[in-house]
């Protein structure tokens, strides 16, 4: 489906509305830089892969940045040490508090998640065009917590793990295979609708008459980029620890 709308612009350079320059129509579709073949198999170069390597590699950087700056750590924190503490003790508390203490060692995987998804989510604002409203980067990001989740499963249940299928009756082992089948497709769905909705709302608003839209930009901006991705991040997140945390056998 192409939509041709005015371009979705960053709320820094469109914080009332204003801009009068050209606005060409935009492509709601992913847009495709190149196509490689192979061995046969086409390789798709698309605006998501692009934005999403930018992503991590700004955030690669800024961890680079970070662990250099804590080269010389100090019992008594102060200035960067002070910020990268309290964010890392955020997101362990958060952990613990879902998980539980014997599962924080998740917390490494789960920071990862978080920004990548965060940022994905908040690079409208500069922009770009969110990865995380293309279908396929939610669905990769799930399918890493579907395997977490049966491989923690198996390796904590063993054989109670397969048995739980047939219960409480084994007619009903179709009906759990639909059910686990629906947590990757719900979580993938729930993120890329929110963020997706959010872009093509903003691009139907900047198809107004600049008297009509004046200043809702950047009130709206605030709600789909700012509040809606940071709300979509947590919920993800959340539920993925609650998924894995549920599949654990104590």
Not at 231 to 241: A, N, R
């Amino acid at each position: 489906m192409r939509l041709d709308l005015l371009e979705t612009h960053s709320l820094i350079g469109n914080l009332v509305g204003l801009d009068t320059s050209v606005t060409p129509g935009i492509d709601v579709d992913v847009k495709v830089y190149k196509v490689f073949n192979i061995f046969g198999i086409e390789v798709w170069l698309t605006q998501t892969v692009v934005t999403t390597w930018i992503i991590m590699g700004a955030l690669t950087l800024i961890a680079l940045i970070c662990r250099l700056k804590l080269k010389n750590y100090k019992e008594k924190p102060e200035g960067s040490q002070n910020f990268v503490e309290l964010v890392i003790e955020t997101m362990d508390s958060f952990v613990r508090s879902t998980m539980g203490d014997k599962h924080a060692y998740f917390g490494n995987w789960f920071f990862g998640v978080f920004c990548l998804i965060l940022v994905s989510n908040l690079c409208g604002l500069l922009a770009f065009r969110s990865p995380t409203a293309d279908l396929c980067t939610t669905f990769a990001i799930t399918m890493t917590t579907f395997t977490l989740i049966h491989f923690m499963g198996i390796k904590t249940g063993k054989g109670s793990y397969f048995k739980a299928y047939f219960e409480p009756i084994p007619i009903m082992f179709i009906m759990n295979i639909i059910s686990e089948l629906a947590t990757p497709i719900s979580l993938s769905f729930r993120l890329f609708g929110n963020i997706l909705g959010g872009s093509v709302i903003m691009a139907m608003v900047y198809s107004l008459p600049r008297i009509l839209n004046f200043g809702i930009p950047a009130v709206l901006h605030i709600y789909f980029d700012v509040f809606a991705g940071c709300i979509q991040t947590v919920i993800f997140v959340m539920l993925s620890m609650t998924f894995i945390k549920d599949k654990i056998a104590e």
